[in-house]
Each structure stands twice: as C-alpha cells, then as structure tokens.
C-alpha cells in the first residue's frame, strides 16, 4: 500500500527520435494543490496524459495509489478536466452530468453539483448555448462528481471571468480539504502563487523545480526589492543609501535575502528622513524565468 495519491519516478517519454520527458518524478499527497508550470512544449500535456494512461512511457513507473495508468481502478480514482472541454451540444448540463454520474455509477444530487460551479440557472439550457466558462464550469462539476483521490486541471480558469476563478480556486480548495490531490497545469502565475501548496516547473522535458514557493525563493537566492519613501529630500536618501532614484520620492534598493534585516537596520537608522518602506520578495513569476531560463511570453 502507498499513501501517495501519485507516484511518477523516472518517466521517460520519446516521440520518435525526440525525447519529450526525461527522468521526471513527482509525488502528491492527497490534499496537496500542486501548481505544474512550463512553457508551451514543456511537456506538461504529455505528462497529464501519461498519468491518464493515454499516451505511453517508455521507462519509469506511474501509479495513481497503488494502480497503474489506464486501470480501471484509476480511471475510478481519477478526474480530468482539459482546457479545451467539450460536450454534446444537444444536451442539457443536467442531462449531461447525469450522464457522467451513472457512466460512472456515482450516485450525486446533480442540480446541487450543477448549483455549486453557477450553474444553476442555466442546468436545463442546451450546452450548444453554453459560452466557453460556462462549459468550463460543466467541466468542473463533472470533476465533483464520485470525489476522486486525484484531480488534474489543465488551465481551469481559461474562459472565466475573474470573479468565476475565485470560486473555481474555493472548489478546488474544497476538494483538497477532502483528500483530493490536484495537480494544476497553468500559466496564470498569479493565481496559482496564492492558491498551491508546492510550484513544479518542467523546462524542454525535464522536472527543473519541484518545492514551496519559499524554498524555491531561498534556493533561487533572487535579491529582494525595497523601495524607500523620503519624507522632503530624496537626494540625500539616496546618496546616503545608494540604489535608484524612483518618481523623484524614492529610493530603490535591491538586497539579498540574507543582507534583508542589515539593510532595513540601516534605512531605520535614517529617521524622520524615510516616511515609508515597501518590500517586494521575488514573485513566482521571477522564480519562474529563472528556473525555466527563458522570459515568459
């Protein structure tokens, strides 16, 4: 038995001549929300259908708990939610998600999952009138559906509107808190800085970054931003600081994070002199262009 909602070790991916994976390991525990990022060719997409059991490996192993990719037991243990979603436009989204629940032999209350993603309103309109988040939506009650120990999204909030992704990231925080481990594939920075346990970047096939937000920052050693507000004269906070003259008010300085408490010890030395501080620690999305090595498009 693991206790691993997913296990890779060492998968090894080639497409013809090209190898499109190599020797990538990952774990989830259920309840974690991991955020997988990459730029496009990365190899994300072929490794949400490798764990899917869609596509073949050529070495290393996969295991969704204890069952390989493809099983039955997976495909029961597993939910899937692609970024371009599609369903019959004939039907209804009751129709639809009833559908799904006895394919899947889930018994659910469907008008309350339907409710639940906003839906409730729209549950018996033809799909075929449905706009791209309102099917995303669809997509996302279908995930709800037999609470599944494994949840991969790949870009969830793509359609939707900002209010909608708070409410998709209040459902996925739902399901973790059941036991649900997600796996996020997305390239909406931001969101998933907030929102994730632990960021995994793949750069050309390979697992270039696997940990919290701030052991990557630690590891990364990317210097950290202060901007200081004189209170009259920004010429002699400057001169006695050095850093960059920002609006002609402030100063900018940059530091490690192991010099951050001796430059601050120094700003607060000034007095009267500083009316304000604003420190900025690296982003994800600085963390990010250095681990990838490459600017985001």
Not at 121 to 149: E, T
Not at 241 to 261: F, H
């Amino acid at each position: 038995m693991t206790d691993k909602a997913l296990t890779i070790e060492t998968v090894c991916k080639n497409r013809g001549k090209t190898r499109v994976l190599s020797d990538i390991s990952l774990t989830l525990e259920p309840g974690q929300r991991v955020a997988l990022l990459g730029h496009n060719g990365a190899g994300k997409s072929t490794l949400i259908k490798s764990i899917l059991g869609l596509t073949p490996i050529q070495a290393g192993t996969i295991r969704i708990g204890t069952a390989a990719p493809g099983s039955a037991q997976a495909r029961r243990d597993t939910a899937y939610l692609p970024e371009a979603v599609s369903f019959h436009p004939a039907l209804t989204g009751r129709e639809q998600l009833t559908l799904f629940a006895k394919l899947s032999g889930t018994r659910a209350h469907v008008p309350a999952l339907l409710d639940r993603v906003g839906l409730g309103d729209a549950m018996d309109r033809r799909i075929g009138a449905y706009s791209k988040g309102m099917r995303q939506r669809l997509g996302l009650a279908q995930v709800l559906l037999g609470q599944p120990k494994l949840a991969l999204l790949d870009e969830p909030t793509s359609g939707l509107d900002p209010i909608s992704r708070q409410d998709l990231y209040a459902i996925i925080d739902e399901l973790a808190a059941q036991g649900t481990a997600v796996l996020i594939a997305s390239h909406a920075l931001t969101e998933v800085e907030a929102r994730t346990d632990r960021i995994a970047i793949m750069r050309k096939g390979r697992m270039v970054a696997d940990d919290t937000l701030a052991n990557l920052s630690a590891l990364a050693g990317l210097p950290i931003r202060l901007r200081v507000r004189a209170r009259a004269n920004a010429d002699a906070l400057a001169a006695e600081l050095g850093g960059n003259r920002i609006n002609g008010a402030s100063v900018e300085l940059l530091c490690s994070p192991a010099d951050k408490m001796q430059a601050l010890r120094r700003i607060a030395g000034l007095g009267d002199a500083v009316a304000d501080v604003e420190m900025t620690p690296p982003k994800l999305e600085d963390l990010y262009r250095h681990y990838a090595q490459e600017a985001l498009q």
